[in-house]
Nanobody, 124 residues
Framework: QLQLVESGGGLVQPGGSLRLSCSAS????????IGWFRQAPGKEREGVSC????????NYADSVKGRFTISRDSGKNTVYLQMNSLKPEDTAVYYC?????????????????WGQGTQVTVSS
């Protein structure tokens, strides 16, 4: 069973940056498309970004385009979400999810495996 672990969350001031990591043990993430999702208090979970299993295709929600960048490092078996110019409305629990051999999607129903989430708080 693929187990995903997110890390890198924390408290940051508006305009600041964070880099989230999604890693797995015992499985290579190269065979999986990875999506990043977030859920703010009282709101539904939403897709933020995704990357195909090959790494050749990425997609972003309109709300984060130009500020967030998704990438993967095969050597470290890790997928990253670089978040710049953070806003208070980016505050949420961020989850990574995986689906085998796929282009990736911002639709959470496409994913089979989920991490436990990491809290991101943007506040002064």
């Amino acid at each position: 069973q693929l187990q995903l672990v997110e890390s890198g969350g924390g408290l940051v001031q508006p305009g600041g940056s964070l880099r989230l990591s999604c890693s797995a043990s015992g499985f290579t993430l190269d065979y999986y498309a990875i999506g990043w999702f977030r859920q703010a208090p009282g709101k539904e979970r939403e897709g933020v970004s995704c990357i195909s299993s090959s790494g050749s295709s990425t997609n972003y929600a309109d709300s984060v385009k130009g500020r967030f960048t998704i990438s993967r490092d095969s050597g470290k078996n890790t997928v990253y979400l670089q978040m710049n110019s953070l806003k208070p409305e980016d505050t949420a629990v961020y989850y990574c999810a995986a689906v085998e051999y796929d282009m990736g999607s911002l639709n959470e129903g496409e994913y089979d495996y989920w991490g436990q989430g990491t809290q991101v708080t943007v506040s002064s």
